[in-house]
């Protein structure tokens, strides 16, 4: 990490109790001292949530706020360069969602629509972010979309990232099913996990290095070896509560502005894209070209030349 890297965690209560860790990533010249440690986060040394916006880039007002929420599998160190970025005119906070990251895994706990979402409205009124842009991505993306549907107070933007709004069906479950119990977990050392991913997975048509980090920083080594910091049948009980409906009916009730963005080598397809954008009261289309499905991972700095120009059009300036 460079000296102006920096992260601070911040420990929030989601539904049912939940134990939840968001993340702020900036510049210490800017934000002031913070808990170090690096993208995948500090095992202590958090703080509690203020419900505090920190002044605006320009004029000491409260700068707006953004909550990022990764997809299945993800982190908040995921969004971390997008972070960054973003910090320089909101307060950008990212989630571990339930059973990710740093964030509790209770073995019995629930892992339906109605958990993520409400662990989201907890994050945004616990940070004191509402009214947020909201930037998702796949699940993440689901989560931030039946937020806005349900509390449009708290929600005046979103950004929608490569997820569709169809049913995926039983058989993609099946898929998913089978590909979990692929993985040659324990991996032996992080350039195993970045191979396997981004080369040698038969899922994959071509190499994509992109992805083989993007599993590299799930992972956590254990006494036998690296393996993800999630568990597969969480995981699948996560994804089994949506992959069987459409949301077209949720979607067509949000009415902030809406960025749907997709990667041309993605899942969301351009037609289901485009269709997502007729529903939405005020939807607006772009894509990232040469992106596959982790677009703001695999494309940086095209992901971000999409949303930075959206979210400065919809979001109040600060002060």
């Known amino acids: 990490m460079g000296v102006h890297d920096v992260v601070q965690r911040i420990d929030l209560t989601g539904a049912d109790g939940i134990r939840l860790a968001a993340w702020e990533f900036g510049d210490p010249l800017k934000d002031g001292p913070t808990a170090g440690g690096d993208g995948g986060g500090p095992a202590a040394g958090?703080?509690?949530?203020s419900g505090a916006a920190p002044a605006g880039p320009e004029d000491g007002g409260p700068a707006p706020g953004?909550?990022?929420l990764h997809g299945l599998m993800g982190r908040a160190s995921h969004w971390a360069a997008t972070a960054r970025v973003l910090s320089g005119r909101y307060r950008a906070v990212a989630l571990d969602q339930r059973g990710h990251g740093r964030s509790g895994k209770p073995g019995d706990?629930?892992?339906d629509r109605e958990a993520y979402v409400a662990d989201a409205e907890a994050a945004l009124e616990q940070l004191g972010l509402a009214p947020a842009a909201l930037v998702g991505h796949a699940m993440g993306a689901l989560t931030a979309w039946?937020?806005?549907?349900r509390r449009p107070d708290l929600v005046q933007a979103l950004v929608i990232t490569d997820m569709r709004a169809s049913a995926l069906g039983e058989q993609s479950q099946h898929e998913w099913d089978l590909w979990f119990r692929s993985w040659p977990v324990p991996f032996a050392t992080l350039a195993d996990v970045r191979k396997w991913f981004g080369e040698d997975d038969p899922a994959l048509e071509r190499p994509q290095p992109a992805r083989g980090a993007f599993f590299a920083e799930v992972m956590a080594e254990g006494?036998?070896?690296w393996r993800p910091v999630f568990t597969p049948e969480q995981m699948m009980r996560a994804r089994e509560t949506w992959v069987h409906d459409a949301h077209w009916d949720e979607l067509a009730?949000?009415?902030c502005p809406t960025l749907v963005v997709r990667g041309v080598d993605g899942e969301l397809g351009r037609a289901e894209a485009q269709e997502m954008v007729r529903v939405l009261p005020r939807g607006i289309y772009a894509e990232v070209p040469?992106?596959?499905h982790l677009v703001h991972y695999d494309r940086p700095d095209d992901w971000r030349?999409?949303?930075e120009p959206f979210l400065q059009a919809v979001l109040p300036a600060a002060g």
């Open 253 to 255: 009730q949000v009415q």
């Open 66 to 68: 953004v909550l990022l």
């Open 305 to 307: 030349k999409v949303v």
């Open 290 to 292: 040469d992106a596959g």
């Open 146 to 149: 039946q937020l806005a549907a």
């Open 46 to 49: 958090g703080r509690e949530a």
């Open 223 to 225: 006494e036998d070896g």
């Open 109 to 111: 706990g629930a892992y």
